[in-house]
């Protein structure tokens, strides 16, 4: 039995030899903790977004579409809280001059080899303008929430939405992380899946609850196995200064448990915040009874990147075979990356225009790719590794029958099939 670390060093080092993710600035030596996203890895990402979002675009309560800058004034992260409070305690390791969160100290280090910890504030700060001074300070955000909060009035405007309802964002946020590590799990630079619901409060508790069983089910519905994923209420002492309740939905890394999605009770703790700091009115007017109110919030916030590597940690297997391992990705059809390879058998020039033909036919629905590069074995292999649900391969048989041969990843059996009907095949999956 593999021990878990031998799984994660697997998949890490498929995800950068296949084209998922990349060391960033690797030809300088790369940058700690800071990643860029291959061809590969950029399909995935943009198959967990659609997903995300087709999934809240089906409820029978509205999610309002929205893209907030990652620049906002500094009067929203100070109202936030985020200047004085987003924070983390640091401690210096005297004889290495190692820094660690002050939770966060390995086992084996003395703790009069430690500084006094001290409050390190976790956003990135620069400036704005040509003059480097206290009014040209900004910050790139730490959360796409702040930049809801602050459109909730406009939304609500121009949309002329009625609670309860909720507003989604994805977008990359960006922490300074005293210790960063675990490939792609905690970075400095991230993307969110954030959505902020607007309800009454006497019926926060209920939302609450349905946002965590939505998002547990979204998890599953990836594939990730339900004995993976796990519901953890946060204690007091962990709650953040805005929430009334949290509660995570964790993934089993490797090395244990870890958040995927936080699903926190903020109250009415942002708008209020957000109105006494802005002097603009940020109450809900209800037709029904005549007044106005600050709603509460639910808000359900995912990694996406997060969850990326969970999928990857989750759907990878190894297969023995007569004479070899099989090493795959078990994507759903909806979620992988390429869903249907094109093989032909040999790079004579009549196979490959056969190929080019079926590419152009199932490109406009599909995501294909020809494979034209060593033996057939090797690029089932290949395509194996890669996740790609079917191939197609293409022979010398096809000239003559006009059909082509059809292999499943998982079962790898094989369907001969006629080039007309190729279509109607994979509409059904």
């Given at each position: ?9 697997k ?35 943009n ?50 001059g ?24 976790l956003?990135?700060?620069?400036n ?27 939304v ?24 960063p ?17 607007f ?17 547990l ?54 708008l209020?915040?957000?109105?006494e ?93 020809i ?12 395509q ?17 029958d ?6 499943d ?21």
């Open positions: 039995m593999e021990m878990p670390e031998e799984i994660f060093d998949v890490v080092k498929i995800a950068q030899s296949r084209g998922f993710v990349f060391n960033a600035s690797s030809i300088y030596g790369g940058l700690r903790s800071s990643y860029d996203y291959g061809p590969l890895g950029v399909l995935l990402k198959n967990i977004e659609k997903m995300w979002w087709k999934s809240i675009s089906n409820l029978e309560v509205e999610i309002y579409p929205i893209d907030t800058a990652i620049i906002q004034s500094s009067d929203v992260w100070k109202a936030s809280g985020h200047v004085g409070e987003f924070t983390d305690p640091m401690v210096d390791h005297k004889p290495t190692e820094r660690f969160r002050a939770d966060q100290v390995p086992d084996h280090i003395k703790k009069e080899d430690l500084t006094e910890p001290r409050q390190f504030n956003m990135f700060q620069t704005i303008g040509p003059v480097e001074n206290e009014n040209s300070t900004v910050y790139l955000r730490p959360e796409t929430a702040q930049g809801i909060f602050v459109n909730f009035e406009n609500l405007r121009t949309m002329r939405a009625k609670i309860p309802f909720g507003i989604g964002n994805i977008g990359k946020s960006f922490r300074n992380e005293i210790t590590g675990q490939f792609i799990f905690r970075t400095r630079e991230f993307e969110q899946m954030e959505i902020e619901f309800c009454d409060e006497s019926e926060e508790d209920k939302w609450f609850d349905y946002w965590i069983e939505n998002r089910n979204w998890y599953k519905n990836l594939g990730i196995p339900e004995n993976k994923l796990r519901i953890r209420e946060h204690d007091e002492s962990e709650l953040a200064h805005y929430a009334k309740k949290t509660s995570d939905i964790e993934f089993e890394y490797p090395w244990g448990w870890g958040e995927l999605e936080g699903i926190a009770n903020r109250g009415n703790y942002d209020n915040a957000h109105q700091s802005s002097g603009k009115d940020l109450r809900y007017f209800d037709p029904n009874i005549d007044n106005k109110f600050t709603p509460s919030v639910i808000e359900p916030a995912g990694g996406l990147t997060r969850t990326l590597f969970a999928v990857l940690l989750s759907l990878y297997e190894e297969e023995e075979l007569e004479k070899e391992v099989r090493t795959l990705f078990k994507f759903k059809f909806d979620l992988a990356p390429i869903q249907i390879g094109i093989l032909p058998l040999s790079k004579k020039e009549e196979l490959i225009e056969v190929c080019n033909s079926i590419k152009s036919e199932l490109g406009p629905y599909f995501r294909t790719e494979d034209v590069t060593q033996s057939i074995g090797k690029r089932y292999r290949r194996d590794e890669i996740g790609t649900p079917y191939c197609i391969t293409v022979d010398f048989d096809t000239l003559e006009k059909a082509v041969t059809v292999r990843r998982d079962s790898m059996s094989q369907e001969r099939i006629k080039i007309e009907d190729i279509k109607s095949y994979f509409d059904n999956m």
